[in-house]
């Protein structure tokens, strides 16, 4: 029923007409542009594109003395290598010294799939949104990955943008408003909020209709920027439906559930349930395997919501 | 490029007052890294007195030469040098470390003439990279300077960017190892040995040349061979001693990040002609 496209996909593509655009737009690559599809990029302006090799480290501190002669630098590779390997260049070299650098991470998520664990990163935002300066982004499909590209790329100052493996519904429309750090509803509803990233929103659309079923008014939101999260986009929601359930495909520790929790608890407790990895590794399998395997499918979150909805009466 | 020729009396003199101003800085704080500002300091006035172009009344000049002080814990060289050469009131030296001053205990960019916040060892070299490629790009003609420790060395990510500078042929950039050889535990040869050093960079690509770091003559010689070194990075290992001119602290690892007391503070300055 929808349009399936990669995220990575629209990110290259944009990416290109970024280059094209703007000649202060260069692209360093982990020896993985074929997958992030920087190669795009590369095939037409290979005289910005450098390829660092397997040095994710020097990757990131490359990019920040690129960032230092006014140059706007996409590092790219895998999120796991980026975000793990490099952390503490990104943490100094870029973050500490507020360098305008962007560093992409795909692959992200149990959907990476057969690869296994090494390769699905989720851990990212973890540790990416406690970086002070850093600005932290997660596009739902292909449409809003053109506009977030875009978006970052206008943005002065560091940020790190997941992507994702395999094709995504594409849900969002052209005329959709993307704002960084202002969360989109993506359905109303007065019951329970599910506030969702990523692939996940796609499943929480699908939970909350098997819950109209049930006579459960479920309000769906996609939260793409991880960080600055939309504070009063939660608070609202808390107050107006009195119940959250998150989704997210990241481990729970840390992530966009423990990110919305911060707010809650700080301004309007209410009931949460948090749908994510529990303190497991990934595996090899297929994506749709996985989802179900690891509890991140629209049955799970459906039934989340009865549980919080549950604790949301008992509390009057 | 050199301006002139070099006084050489001129800097050894100003490397003797430096000294005074470092042990002072550090001794003000009460903590600080002594031994590898001592001997680092005849490079930092080689790069700032005789050889970079820079223009302490515009530090945001686009053509401004860069220096990158990759050991970033060596910092209170950096500020006396940059202080002396009009970056800043000499006075602030006295804030180091202190709450809300902008000398932070590892070389922060709140200071006028510095180019980057760094502490975290093993990062400076692709910073300076980047620095370098990016200049290329833009059309911009200025050099890179990198000043690297020997016990930094040890972090994989300074081969990492060897590889990169050696690969994408940066003849922009100069790095300078600051060979005291002893760190913060120990000898840098008992802790995890680096020689054969020289074998090792131009195996990595570089052209690399070893001089005596204390020596303002063979550091000029040393940057001026830089100059004529097409298609190739160049490192220059100076050789230096942990602590210079300060007798008890020469070759001492205890040394590395600790302060003098008021009466190592005296001993040391009137070692040194004060």
């Known amino acids: 029923m929808y349009d399936m496209k990669p995220t990575r996909d629209a990110f290259g593509e944009t990416l290109l007409e970024l280059g094209k655009e703007n000649n202060n737009i260069v692209v360093l690559s982990g020896d993985l542009e074929d997958a992030t599809r920087a190669e795009y990029f590369k095939k037409e302006i290979p005289e910005r594109f450098f390829n660092l090799g397997i040095a994710e480290q020097d990757l990131i501190g490359t990019a920040a003395g690129m960032s230092m002669v006014g140059l706007i630098p996409f590092a790219c590779s895998f999120a796991a290598f980026l975000t793990n390997r490099a952390y503490d260049f990104m943490r100094v070299s870029v973050c500490y010294n507020r360098r305008n650098v962007k560093i992409i991470g795909s692959h992200a998520g149990v959907t990476v799939g057969p690869d296994g664990a090494t390769a699905q990163c989720l851990e990212d935002f973890a540790i990416t949104r406690v970086l002070p300066n850093l600005t932290v982004v997660y596009p739902m499909d292909a449409i809003e990955m053109k506009k977030a590209t875009r978006a970052i790329a206008e943005f002065e100052g560091p940020v790190y943008m997941r992507l994702g493996r395999p094709p995504f519904p594409v849900i969002t429309k052209d005329s959709d408003e993307f704002i960084l750090g202002k969360a989109n509803v993506m359905r109303a509803g007065k019951d329970v909020t599910v506030i969702a990233c990523g692939l996940m929103v796609h499943e929480a659309l699908q939970a909350s209709d098997i819950l109209a079923g049930e006579d459960i008014d479920v309000r769906v939101i996609n939260m793409h920027t991880i960080k600055p999260v939309d504070r009063e986009a939660i608070i609202k929601s808390a107050e107006e439906t009195g119940a959250i359930v998150t989704a997210e495909e990241h481990q729970m520790a840390g992530g966009l559930g423990s990110a919305v929790a911060e707010v809650v608890t700080r301004n309007s407790p209410v009931p949460m349930e948090m749908i994510a990895v529990n303190d497991s590794f990934g595996e090899s399998g297929e994506p749709e395997e996985l989802l179900k395997k690891y509890h991140l499918k629209d049955s799970d979150i459906a039934e989340a919501i009865r549980k919080v909805i549950k604790r949301k009466l008992r509390r009057g | ?274």
């Open chain 2, 1 to 274: 490029m050199a301006s002139k020729p070099a006084d050489i009396g001129a800097l050894k003199e100003l490397a003797r007052h430096f000294r005074r101003d470092i042990l002072e800085t550090i001794a003000g704080a009460g903590s600080g890294h002594p031994g590898g500002s001592l001997s680092e300091l005849e490079i930092l006035i080689t790069l700032y007195y005789y050889r970079m172009n820079h223009k302490p009344d515009r530090p945001d000049w686009p053509l401004r030469d860069r220096f990158i002080l990759s050991k970033g814990h060596a910092c209170p060289a950096a500020y006396v040098v940059l202080a002396n050469r009009g970056y800043f009131p000499k006075e602030e030296l006295k804030t180091f470390r202190k709450l809300g001053s902008r000398l932070q205990g590892h070389i922060y960019t709140a200071i006028p003439g510095v180019e980057h916040n760094t502490g975290s060892l093993g990062q400076g070299l692709s910073v300076a990279n980047g620095i370098a490629l990016g200049a290329r790009i833009q059309n911009l003609h200025f050099n890179t300077y990198c000043l690297l420790g020997d016990g930094e060395i040890q972090e994989g990510s300074i081969w990492e960017a060897a590889m990169t500078a050696s690969h994408h042929r940066i003849d922009n950039i100069c790095a300078i190892l600051d060979y005291n050889k002893v760190q913060e535990n120990g000898p840098v040869s008992e802790i995890k040995n680096e020689e054969p050093l020289l074998d090792k960079w131009r195996a990595f690509g570089w052209h690399a040349i070893e001089v005596d770091g204390h020596d303002f003559s063979e550091l000029i010689g040393a940057l001026d061979e830089f100059d004529t070194i097409k298609g190739k990075p160049t490192l220059i290992i100076a050789n230096t001693i942990k602590g210079k001119g300060v007798s008890f602290m020469e070759g001492q690892a205890k040394w590395h990040g600790k302060a003098p007391n008021k009466d190592e503070l005296e001993t040391a300055l009137k070692e040194l002609g004060f």
